[in-house]
């Protein structure tokens, strides 16, 4: 079975500047694949990156990047240049390959302050 | 080409009745999943469907709650007698096949239960 841990339950960050949220995981499996997913106010889940446990280059889209440190099982996001709209609660999320389902962490909450 | 559409979006019910969840996949895909999230906690598998086939239902409560993906049509959830402890936001995802990780999410289902 696969585990995800997110401990910080809120996170907040001045407008421009750079906030990490923490995450761990666990699973039994050599071939996964790891998530960060982004829901707003308006409870929208949606990707905002991923991780292929096989490759070692960490994921970048734009302003996100991740910390993937696998054999610490840890998968940190990394929001660059923070908008008021990142405002929102970040899920990072584990799925193995032979299986079916995503298992999530319990969020983070993330405020940007202007 | 449109999304993981879910309707209704807000659905009320008074303790004892029936919810019926409806989940229409993105175009060309044929697996859906469906997950709940209880407030203020992350999201937690329940069931995961092909067209007429039930694949994985490890995270389906034992009893009153059941699911279907039928030939034509789209995915239902069905909740009989609802308690209130049955209030939460379901969310519905699919992808074009299990070996494709990446899961897309529809606008979720916020049931109240009075």
């Known amino acids: 079975a696969q585990t995800v841990t997110q401990s910080q339950p809120e996170m907040s960050v001045q407008e421009a500047e750079t906030v990490t949220l923490s995450c761990t995981y666990d699973t039994s499996e050599s071939d996964y694949y790891l998530f960060w997913y982004k829901q707003p106010p308006s409870r929208q889940m949606i990707l905002v990156i991923r991780q292929e446990a096989y490759k070692q280059q960490n994921a970048t889209e734009n302003r996100f990047s991740v910390n993937f440190q696998k054999a610490a099982k840890s998968f940190s996001l990394k929001i660059s240049d923070s908008q008021l709209g990142d405002a929102a609660m970040y899920f990072c999320a584990c799925k193995e390959t032979s299986g079916s389902r995503l298992t999530f962490g319990e969020g983070t909450q993330l405020t940007v302050n202007p | 080409n449109a999304g993981v559409m879910q309707n209704p979006r807000h659905l009320v019910r008074r303790r004892g009745q029936e919810a019926r969840l409806r989940c229409s996949p993105m175009k060309g895909h044929s697996h859906v999943y469906w997950y709940r999230q209880l407030p203020e906690e992350g999201l937690k598998f329940m069931v995961y469907l092909q067209k007429e086939n039930i694949i994985d239902e490890s995270g389906m409560p034992k009893e009153r709650f059941s699911a279907e993906f039928p030939k034509e049509g789209p995915s239902i959830l069905r909740i009989q007698q609802v308690v209130r402890g049955d209030s939460a936001a379901y969310f519905c995802?699919?992808?074009?096949?299990?070996?494709?990780?990446?899961?897309?999410f529809g606008p979720g289902t916020r049931l109240t239960v009075l």
């Open positions: 995802a699919s992808s074009p096949g299990q070996t494709q990780h990446e899961q897309f």
